[in-house]
Nanobody
Framework: QVQLVESGGGLVQAGGSLRLSCAAS????????MFWYRQAPGKQRELVAG???????SYRDSVKGRFTISRDNAKNTVELQMNSLKPEDTGVYYC????????????????WGQGTQVTVSS
């Protein structure tokens, strides 16, 4: 079984920075892509950033230039550096791993972390 555990959330003032981390554990052969999603109260979960095993990244427009996603394939970790935070960045941030193989011939699976709260005060 694969588990994702996030850390690094907290309370920060607008303009501040936080760094989120997510570690995947268990029997893992490979992970195609890893993502960060967020969900604000009363709103749908939305994609924030993603990164492939080759290092290709993508961001939602509202975080471009402020957030940076990175990963360590050997350690099966992904991080999200968040700078110049705004109150609208507040929400629960979830790590998501897609295209996960637990052994070389296995089918692909996908997994969610439990989430970490980020609160940005104005």
């Amino acid at each position: 079984q694969v588990q994702l555990v996030e850390s690094g959330g907290g309370l920060v003032q607008a303009g501040g920075s936080l760094r989120l981390s997510c570690a995947a554990s268990g029997t893992i052969f490979s992970i195609n892509a890893m993502f960060w999603y967020r969900q604000a109260p009363g709103k749908q979960r939305e994609l924030v950033a993603g990164i492939t095993s080759a290092g290709n990244t993508s961001y939602r427009d509202s975080v471009k230039g402020r957030f940076t996603i990175s990963r360590d394939n050997a350690k099966n970790t992904v991080e999200l550096q968040m700078n110049s935070l705004k109150p609208e960045d507040t929400g629960v941030y979830y790590c998501y791993a897609g295209g996960v193989k637990v052994y070389v011939g296995s089918s692909y699976g996908a997994y969610w972390g439990q989430g970490t709260q980020v609160t940005v005060s104005s």
